[in-house]
Each structure stands twice: as structure tokens, then as C-alpha cells.
């Protein structure tokens, strides 16, 4: 068996998000990178699948840019077998489709039975590139999944929806399928596993290595950003202290009333 | 131009946001109800057409069939696709609601269209473009389609107002084959509240740390009632066990906007920060005066939450009589 695990590398969660100064890119500089939260329940959940069918190797692949490696190593550190970095050197401005021919291509070469994600990157927070790519290896594939358990060629699979609804679903493998907080807890890399991760198979390819066509990749690109903005500066609100709490309350009632005409 | 707007149902409701869906369609087709097309997918459903009759669409077209009574993204798929070689539209548009960002990013791929997910503002003059937050709202990214192609785009709830438009909705019923060989929907299983969910809430209370134990969040949702909000919680109350998953608002959780944001207890973590900056008026109780929440606020009260929860609930309640 073959589960095979896409990373994505993301600003960390406590980063300060920088626009550059013509407004087009996201500072990169001193910023601080891991591997995307998701991703991290979707390696801990290939592990865990591993635990249970010895016969299993897990594979982590990601697009991205050199720095890219670091966070695969973790995965490795983690307990993951093999990794792979498709370099995105020339395709950087790669929107959500073309990314996932791309992996789709890799994905055909590596035949996994099984592909796991994070259900989306904190970083665009589009949820598209996991879904599209099953989509275009014509499986099935569940997104935002907090319960996974694989029998034979099928797998019991739960998805969260709004309000705590839960979908439930029997799918044929190979699929994909998209993780979410609740999946599991992942381990942490132990000491060892950090010095055994540098001595694993690293493959370094580039898109053309996984025999997609780089042009036809660019040909693709059908959205883009243009540029950033940040959020409007709220003014200063009201602040209220060093009173009673009933009259600090009974004000703001008041006010979500009459001014913020809210209630 | 011609818009197709996916319409979604679940349990034979449709929810509110479609006609949100259905307004920016029909001020994108400049008002013209022939260009813009309804699409209602389940069991059941043909009745749903007239619900949305006066919302600018002449056309609703209806996927009804048993084998698309759950959600399943191919059958919904197969929908959609067979509503697009009938009407041949230019756009399609739905929610960024879970099913509508699940369901639109398959179909992307399949039609082979641009996507963009989650518009917060539009440029309705031949729809090049819109804006759409990112790192979960501590920025706004203009985005745009390049190329010609189907364009296909979801709306962040609650924020494009539903006004009504002439408009017939004469229901259409399409024939879809549904092929189930590679996924099945065993079961939608309800869940513990009724309340609804964060994302589409427009008042919602949320408890951080400070609250200090799951039990504890009964005083948040008995203000809840009387109000009826909805419930969160911060990262840090998740972690620490006090709340389940499906309750985060931030980052990793998830991103809101209703009328009204009450923080409790919250100190105003950057993560935090950006899952509810957009919400339009936020009250915050903390017990530190220094607290980033406040930066944040519309009205603050430094007080123990434990102490102004009850007393709100109870001046909501004489307001409300």
C-alpha cells in the first residue's frame, strides 16, 4: 500500500502579514514558515494508516519554492518514508487549477492508493487545489474529513458541514481525502526521527520531471491576484471601566441599541 | 452576459443566502432575468423554483432526483455540468458555504474554469474580478480571471444584501445520471444544535480561556437564547478542551461576519483577531484593560465575564420584552 501526503508551506499562524510596497506580493522577508496546519493531521493520519497496514509507504510531495524541503523534512521526522519537492521555479503565479494538473501529474507517476491533505491552506483559504486534483485523476475525493477508516479497497469517511452535521460516505480507493483538526492529534518529530529524516530518499524534480508540459501549465492559468489591501482600520471604539458592572453593561445595552442599532 | 446560480437546499429549505447569490447574478446580467438561471439540486425540490420567483431569474433549473437527496459532490457535479450545457452560461455563481466551496472547486476542474472563492465585493462590469480576504482576513487580495472561459465564483454569506427583481422562475427539470460506484452519502447526521452555523450566524457570543471550563459555557448560551446568537469559542478554550472544534473562530477555525460579535473573556490573539474582524459591531469583556480584543471593539467592558454575561442577559431580556 501507498498513501501519499501533499504539504503545502504557509506563514506561520502568529505572522504579521506584510504587503510589499507596490502592493502586489505578501513580504516574504523574515518571515517565518511551516507546514501547514492541515497538513499536519493529514501526515499524522498517513502515519497512523502506515501503523496499520505494515506493508505501507508514505510519500510526502509538495509544489513549492527550495525552502520548500525544510518543511517535507519535518514530515519525515514525523515517520514519512520518501519525500518529493516539485520546484515551482518559473510557474510562482500557478493559480489553484494549474497546481493541481500538476500534482495530478506527479500523483499518476507515484500511484498511491490513497492521497491525503490538509482541507485547506491557511494562507489563500481557498479549499481548491486537494478537491480539483481528485477531480482531475477522476477519483472520488472528501474534503474537511474528521474520521477516515480504510478496509480493503473502500473507506468509511466523515466530513463536517455547518452547524455539526456530519456527512458520512463509503468511497471507492484510490481517493483523496482532505483533513480537518478533528482527524487526530499529531505527534511530534522525536530526536531521532529529526536525524534519521535527512538520511531518507529526497527526490528534487521539476514539473517537467513529473511529465506535465510547463507551458501547457502556464497556458492554463485562469486567475490571478493583481494586488493586496488590508482591512479598514476600525476607529476607536468606547471603552468603559472602573464602574459598576451593572451600569457598564446597562450602557453598552443601551448603545447596541440606539447607536449600533444592532439589537 | 448569462449567470447560473447554484441554489442551495438542505432538508428541502433553501438557504437565505442563495437569493444573495441570485441579486449579485441579476445585477451582473444588468437587471435582464432571461440572462440569469437558477440551478436547485435534490429530492423533492421542484417546489423550491417559486420560492425564488421575484429574485431576478426566469429560469430555475431543478436536478431532482432520490439519488441526490444527500450531498454528494458527483451527483451535484454531474448537476451542475448538465445545467451548464443547457443554458451555456458565461458565470456561475454559488455560496462559500461548506457545500458551495466543496461543490464549485469540483466543478472548476471538471468544466475546466477559472474559480474564485469567497468574493466579499465584486466588479459587476463584465465581471473581471473581486476581492476576496486571505490568511484569513488579515488581508484583502484583488483577484481577477485572466483569459476567456467559464468564470465560476462563491460569495461570503451575509455580505451581499437579497433585493427583489422580476423575475418568473419557471422551473426546468434536467435528467442526471447519477453513477454512485465511487462514492455513496451513507448518512447526514444532524447535528447536537439547531442553531445556525457560525459562518451564517448574525449575532454570535463567544468564550476564550477565561472561561475555564467546558460546564462554564452554559452562562454564553443561555445569553444565546435571548438573543439568539450563536455560540464560539477562541483557539485557546478549544485547546484547552472547554469547547469542540466545530465552535473556533479564527485562522484555523472559523472566519465570521454577523451584525454582532460579543467576545468574552477573549484576550484578542492575531488568529483570533482575523476569523471576526469583519463582524459589524464587536462588544468585548475582558478583565484586562490592556487586552488587543479592545483594539479591536466597538464597545469594551473591562469587567470578570462571569459577573457581565448575567447582567446582559438579563438588561437583552427587559430590551427585548
Redesign the interface.
Known amino acids: 500500500m501507498k498513501v501519499l501526503v501533499l504539504l503545502k508551506q504557509t506563514?506561520d499562524?502568529?505572522a504579521?502579514?506584510q504587503?510589499s510596497s507596490d502592493s502586489k506580493n505578501?513580504e516574504t522577508a523574515g518571515m517565518k514558515y511551516i507546514v501547514n496546519?492541515?497538513d499536519e493531521f493529514a501526515i499524522e493520519e498517513a502515519l497512523q494508516i502506515k501503523a496499520k497496514n505494515g506493508d505501507c509507504e508514505v510519500v510526502i510531495a509538495s509544489f513549492g519554492n527550495a525552502d520548500t524541503k525544510d518543511r517535507i523534512l519535518k514530515g519525515l521526522a514525523m515517520g514519512a518514508d520518501r519525500g518529493l519537492l516539485i520546484n515551482n521555479e518559473g510557474v510562482e503565479n500557478a493559480?489553484?487549477?494549474a497546481i493541481?494538473k500538476i500534482l495530478a501529474g506527479a500523483i499518476k507517476s507515484e500511484s498511491p492508493d490513497i492521497v491525503l491533505c490538509g482541507k485547506q491552506g491557511?494562507?489563500?483559504?481557498?479549499?481548491?487545489v486537494g478537491?480539483?486534483?481528485?477531480?482531475?485523476l477522476d477519483?472520488?475525493?472528501?474534503?474537511?474529513v474528521t474520521k477516515l477508516e480504510v478496509s480493503g479497497d473502500t473507506a468509511?469517511v466523515e466530513r463536517?458541514?455547518?452547524?455539526?452535521?456530519?456527512?458520512?460516505?463509503?468511497?471507492?480507493l484510490p481517493?483523496l481525502f482532505g483533513a480537518?483538526?478533528?482527524l487526530n492529534t499529531p505527534r511530534y518529530a522525536s530526536l531521532p526521527g529529526i536525524m534519521k529524516a535527512k538520511k531518507k530518499p529526497f527526490d528534487n524534480k521539476t514539473v517537467g520531471d513529473i511529465g506535465v508540459d510547463l507551458n501547457d501549465v502556464k497556458a492554463?492559468?485562469?486567475?490571478?491576484?493583481?494586488?493586496?489591501?488590508?482591512?479598514a482600520e476600525?476607529p476607536a471604539?468606547?471603552?468603559?471601566?472602573?464602574q459598576p458592572?451593572?451600569a457598564?453593561?446597562?450602557e453598552?445595552?443601551k448603545?447596541?441599541?440606539e447607536e449600533?442599532k444592532?439589537? | 452576459m448569462k449567470v447560473l446560480v447554484f441554489l442551495e437546499q438542505?432538508d428541502g429549505k433553501l438557504k437565505s443566502s442563495a437569493l444573495e447569490a441570485l441579486t449579485v447574478a441579476n445585477k451582473m446580467a444588468k437587471g435582464e432575468a432571461t440572462n440569469v438561471a437558477g440551478l436547485i439540486i435534490g429530492d423533492n425540490v421542484a417546489a423550491l423554483a417559486a420560492e425564488v420567483k421575484d429574485y431576478g431569474a426566469d429560469t430555475v433549473f431543478t436536478a431532482n432526483s432520490d439519488g441526490l437527496g444527500?450531498?454528494?459532490?458527483?451527483g451535484y457535479?454531474a448537476a451542475v455540468k448538465a445545467a451548464c450545457d443547457e443554458f451555456k452560461p458565461d458565470v456561475v455563481l454559488g455560496i462559500a458555504?461548506?457545500?458551495g466551496?466543496?461543490l464549485f472547486?469540483?466543478c472548476?476542474?471538471?468544466l475546466?474554469?477559472?474559480?474564485?472563492?469567497?468574493l466579499v465585493d465584486i466588479d459587476f462590469n463584465g465581471f473581471s474580478?473581486g476581492v476576496?480576504?486571505?490568511?484569513?482576513?488579515?488581508?484583502?487580495?484583488?483577484?481577477?480571471?485572466?483569459?476567456s472561459?467559464l468564470k465560476m465564483a462563491t460569495l461570503r454569506p451575509n455580505v451581499f444584501a437579497a433585493e427583489s427583481s422580476t423575475g418568473a422562475a419557471v422551473a426546468k427539470q434536467l435528467n442526471v445520471t447519477i453513477d454512485d460506484?465511487?462514492?455513496?452519502?451513507?448518512?447526514?447526521?444532524?447535528?447536537?444544535?439547531?442553531?445556525?452555523?457560525l459562518?451564517?450566524a448574525s449575532?454570535i457570543i463567544s468564550g476564550g480561556r477565561a472561561m475555564g471550563d467546558a460546564s462554564k459555557f452554559e452562562i454564553l448560551h443561555s445569553c444565546a437564547e435571548v438573543?439568539g446568537a450563536s455560540v464560539g469559542a477562541s483557539r485557546a478554550a478549544v485547546d484547552a478542551g472547554y469547547a469542540?472544534?466545530?465552535m473556533?473562530v479564527g485562522?484555523?477555525?472559523k472566519?465570521v461576519n454577523p451584525?454582532?460579535y460579543i467576545a468574552c473573556g477573549i484576550s484578542g490573539?492575531?488568529?483570533h483577531m482575523a476569523g471576526m474582524?469583519?463582524s459589524?459591531?464587536?462588544?468585548a469583556i475582558n478583565t484586562d484593560?490592556d487586552a488587543p480584543i479592545?483594539s479591536?471593539?466597538?464597545?469594551?467592558?473591562?469587567?470578570?465575564l462571569f459577573?457581565?454575561v448575567p447582567?446582559?442577559q438579563e438588561?437583552?431580556k427587559e430590551?427585548?420584552k
Open positions: 506563514p499562524t502568529e504579521k502579514i504587503i505578501i496546519p492541515y493559480d489553484s487549477l493541481a491557511i494562507d489563500d483559504d481557498n479549499m481548491h478537491v480539483m486534483t481528485a477531480e482531475l477519483w472520488a475525493h472528501v474534503n474537511v468509511k463536517e458541514v455547518e452547524s455539526g452535521q456530519v456527512e458520512v460516505y463509503e468511497v471507492k481517493a480537518h483538526k478533528s492554463s492559468i485562469k486567475t490571478s491576484v493583481e494586488s493586496y489591501s488590508y482591512p476600525k471604539g468606547k471603552l468603559f471601566k472602573d458592572v451593572e457598564m453593561v446597562a453598552v445595552v448603545l447596541l441599541r449600533a444592532v439589537i | 438542505r444527500k450531498y454528494n459532490v458527483l457535479t458555504s461548506p457545500m466551496r466543496d472547486a469540483r472548476a476542474a471538471r475546466d474554469a477559472g474559480l474564485l472563492t469567497d474580478g476576496k480576504p486571505m490568511y484569513a482576513g488579515k488581508v484583502l487580495a484583488n483577484v481577477k480571471f485572466s483569459g472561459g460506484s465511487k462514492i455513496k452519502t451513507l448518512e447526514i447526521k444532524k447535528g447536537k444544535s439547531d442553531k445556525v452555523d459562518t451564517e449575532v438573543i469542540p472544534h466545530d473556533q485562522q484555523t477555525g472566519t451584525q454582532l490573539a492575531i488568529q474582524r469583519t459589524k459591531v464587536i462588544v484593560p479592545f479591536v471593539a466597538d464597545y469594551g467592558i473591562v469587567a470578570d459577573e457581565a447582567i446582559m438588561k437583552f430590551l427585548l
